[in-house]
């Protein structure tokens, strides 16, 4: 079935670093939105990008379709960035949701 | 079979009309959200609840509300159906704090 893994589940950084996350996804997908889920539950939508390359703030989307992964980088990362983030896939089947990488941005 | 139900499939109504979806998870998760989902697939976060709170979208139009009888059901109402409102509404479950949900198979809302 459809499936979605994201890396790494967890990632600790000093204020200031980049942050890169990574969403593989196992066919194509018709829609990928990434998400921002805050320590207080929150959910928020960031990007969608199904291909290519997305920029909003500090924050960049990659996708290469044909390789089935995409990324998303924080630059600069501030400690209000800290919270999970969640790659959702749209493929032919259904939405699948990743497990999410936690971030988490040190002063 | 554990999985996350809805109903109906599918609803027509007119403008004005009081609408309600039913959703029911059955995977053991203490929080359960509706999005609402555009032409695009884009999905739009409407709702998150769990037994501890509600946190709504802001955005949200106050004429949806969600409704609750246990950990296991997430209702949807819409009080006063507009055409925008023509929709996919999917309801999703997770575990509180675990990042990955599951969703159910949408309720598609014509509005005429």
């Known amino acids: 079935g459809q499936q979605v893994q994201q890396s790494p589940a967890s990632l600790v950084l000093q204020e200031g670093e980049n942050a890169e996350l990574q969403c593989n996804f196992s066919?194509?997908?018709?829609?990928l939105q990434w998400f921002y889920q805050s320590p207080g539950g929150s959910l928020v939508s960031l990007l969608s990008n199904p291909s290519g390359t997305k920029h909003t703030g500090r924050l960049t989307s990659t996708t290469v379709t044909k390789e089935r992964r995409s990324s998303l980088h924080i630059s600069s990362s501030q400690t209000t960035d800290s919270g999970t983030y969640l790659c959702a896939f749209h493929g032919n089947e259904k939405i699948t949701f990743g497990a999410g990488t936690k971030l988490t941005i040190k002063p | 079979e554990t999985a996350v139900f809805q109903t109906p499939n599918y609803h027509v109504t007119q403008v004005g009309n009081e609408v309600s979806f039913n959703c029911k998870q059955t995977l053991g998760h203490d929080t359960m959200y509706w999005y609402k989902q555009d032409s695009k697939k884009l999905l739009k976060i409407m709702f998150s609840y769990n037994n501890k709170q509600l946190i709504v979208n802001e955005t949200v139009p106050r004429r949806f509300s969600p409704q609750s009888s246990d950990k296991a059901h997430l209702n949807l109402r819409i009080k006063s159906v507009e055409p925008e409102d023509s929709a996919v509404y999917l309801c999703a479950s997770s575990f509180w704090g675990g990042g990955e949900q599951y969703f159910g198979p949408g309720t598609r809302l014509t509005v005429l």
């Open positions: 066919s194509t997908a018709t829609q």
